[in-house]
């Protein structure tokens, strides 16, 4: 079936990589893109004063692959990305990989993330500026509740000070992220003409 295919447009729960057509082939560079993609956005990065989390690129890529994969690609891209800078590959933000760094949790809290704003995109909450809007809000609440007490247990800061300095400095950057993607994604629909 070719991507333009009408019928297609209008099956319910569809995502942007389901345009593409099906193979295994698709699904498995789809999931190692998609965690290339985190990992170079993950060196889009600035450090930030008095936190050791920096701000970066990393999470944007998270909810944009969730997003475009839907729930399954999408966890598998972030778990390929987390297990594979676990091990060594060094493409966290700042070229940094382990899972001892204490912004550690915040890669966890993506691949969570990149499932539920999958899930929500099936449901079609990639198709509008508002819902998409609703998603990358939720997508990064998210990281948070995963990367603020895991910067707490890892640092030894109270919750307080990991709020400070893990959460605190990034909403205007997040804000930004958002409305990018409020425009990207509605945008990528309407221009393969699939507006849910």
């Not at 991507?3 to 569809?14: C, D, E, K």
């Not at 295994?24 to 956005?41: H, N, S």
């Not at 899930?119 to 079609?124: C, I, Q």
């Amino acid at each position: 079936m070719s991507i333009a295919a009408p019928a297609r447009s209008l099956r319910p729960g569809i995502v942007l990589a389901d345009l593409v057509p099906a193979s295994r082939a698709r699904d498995i560079a789809l999931v190692v893109g998609g965690a290339a993609l985190t990992g170079l956005a993950a060196q889009l990065s600035v450090p930030v004063p008095g936190s050791p989390v920096p701000v970066s690129g990393q999470t944007f890529a998270a909810l944009l692959v969730g997003t475009a994969l839907g729930a399954r690609r999408g966890f598998l891209a972030l778990a390929l990305y987390a297990v594979a800078g676990a091990a060594g590959v060094p493409w966290f933000a700042q070229a940094t990989s382990g899972y001892g760094m204490p912004s550690f949790g915040y890669v966890l809290g993506m691949l969570l993330a990149a499932t539920v704003v999958g899930a929500l995109a099936r449901r079609g909450a990639d198709r509008s500026v508002l819902r998409t809007a609703g998603a990358m809000a939720l997508g990064s609440v998210i990281i948070y509740a995963v990367g603020v007490p895991y910067l707490a247990l890892a640092t030894g800061m109270t919750f307080g000070q990991a709020v400070a300095a893990g959460l605190t400095p990034f909403l205007i950057g997040d804000a930004l992220k958002a409305a990018l993607a409020m425009g990207a994604l509605p945008a990528a629909w309407k221009l393969v003409g699939r507006k849910g």
